[in-house]
């Protein structure tokens, strides 16, 4: 069975740093596409950042470039995101996210990554 667990969230001041962790067990990922994605209240999920199995494709939203980062350990089946410049429009449930198939692909959609963690609350206050 596969399980991703994320943890790092938290509240934090505007300008203020986190970094997350999402950990998978069950099955490696080494070469399947993980990502971010994040979810406001009354809000659609929305894509964050994604990252190929191997690391070298790498896509950031354009709201969080600059601020967040994306990388991955295939040694721990564990993806992270820095997030740093914290606002407080970044506030949300942050949930990890890995593609089942095999490929270079890194989609930017929810419909594009078949398992999905139990997300992780991300507060910035002002």
């Known amino acids: 069975q596969v399980q991703l667990v994320e943890s790092g969230g938290g509240l934090v001041q505007t300008g203020g740093s986190l970094r997350l962790s999402c950990a998978a067990s069950g099955r490696t990922f080494s070469r399947n596409a993980m990502g971010w994605f994040r979810q406001a209240p009354v809000k659609e999920r929305e894509f964050v950042a994604g990252i190929s199995g191997g690391g070298g494709i790498i896509r950031h939203a354009n709201s969080v470039l600059g601020r967040f980062t994306i990388s991955r350990d295939n040694a721990k089946n564990t993806v992270y995101l820095q997030m740093n410049s914290l606002k407080p429009e970044d506030t949300a449930v942050y949930y990890c996210?890995?593609?089942?198939?095999?490929?270079?692909?890194?989609?930017?959609?929810?419909?594009?990554?078949?398992?999905w963690g139990q997300g992780t609350q991300v507060t910035v206050s002002s």
């Open positions: 996210a890995a593609d089942g198939t095999i490929g270079l692909r890194v989609g930017s959609t929810a419909s594009d990554y078949d398992y």
